[in-house]
């Protein structure tokens, strides 16, 4: 089991290893029409608003779930079986 206070360091340690082969990989290619389905309206100056503000509510509960497992005990779980993979 990997200590609550090493886990941070190791998945950083993860990422930024994943990035280094990133870099030195071919991009993917794709055809020009792959992005049609999107939406292509603009709104308040912001290309493809649709698009773009669908993904807020992702990053809204993603943070919260960061600021949930890195503060200290200000929530818990409803089970203690889920504790496990980060204690």
Same mark, same amino acid.
């Given at each position: ?17 994943? #990035? !280094?082969?990133? +870099? ?12 049609? &389905?999107? @939406?292509? $309206? ?16 992702? #990053? !809204?509960?993603? +943070? ?12 818990? &779980?409803? @089970?203690? $079986? ?6």
């Amino acid at each position: 089991m990997i200590p609550r206070s090493e886990a941070p360091f190791r998945l950083l340690a993860v990422a930024i290893v994943i #990035a !280094i082969i990133a +870099l030195f990989l071919p991009p993917i290619p794709q055809p020009l029409a792959y992005h049609n &389905f999107a @939406d292509q $309206r603009g709104w308040l100056g912001i290309p493809k608003f649709g698009e773009v503000v669908s993904n807020v509510p992702f #990053a !809204i509960v993603g +943070l919260w779930g960061l600021i949930f497992l890195f503060a200290p005990r200000t929530g818990t &779980f409803s @089970d203690p $079986r889920e504790r496990c993979s980060i204690s």
